[in-house]
């Protein structure tokens, strides 16, 4: 059974830094794309950020470009979100998420499996 298990999430103050965690287990994805979405309250889950499984090559959401860098440890088959500069509007439900594919993507649809998430707040 393949799962994907967040952590890292918590409440932090506007400015401050939050790393998360994706730790995967029952399938190797270091040849797949991975990536984080995010959902707040009374908004559709929207795309983050995602990393591919060489070079590797990483595309944002423009909200996030410049604060938040994605990385990834195939030997740990584990991903992480690294953001910076938080601000109010960042506060969500973080989803870690992998596909079957080596293509970067922002498209949700197109990955197989999720996480349960994990809450991210940031006050003002």
């Known amino acids: 059974q393949v799962q994907l298990v967040e952590s890292g999430g918590g409440l932090v103050q506007a400015g401050g830094s939050l790393r998360l965690s994706c730790a995967a287990s029952?399938?190797?994805?270091?040849?797949?794309?991975v990536g984080w979405f995010r959902q707040a309250p009374g908004k559709e889950r929207e795309f983050v950020a995602a990393?591919?499984?060489?070079?590797?090559?990483?595309t944002f959401a423009d909200s996030v470009k410049g604060r938040f860098t994605i990385s990834r440890d195939n030997a740990k088959n584990t991903w992480y979100l690294q953001m910076n500069y938080l601000k109010p509007e960042d506060t969500a439900v973080y989803y870690c998420?992998?596909?079957?594919?080596?293509?970067?993507?922002?498209?949700?649809?197109?990955?197989?499996?999720w996480g349960q998430g994990t809450q991210v707040n940031v006050s003002s």
């Open positions: 990393i591919s499984w060489s070079n590797p090559g990483t």
């Open positions: 998420a992998a596909r079957w594919g080596r293509a970067l993507t922002t498209d949700s649809a197109l990955y197989r499996y």
């Open positions: 029952g399938l190797t994805f270091s040849s797949d794309a």
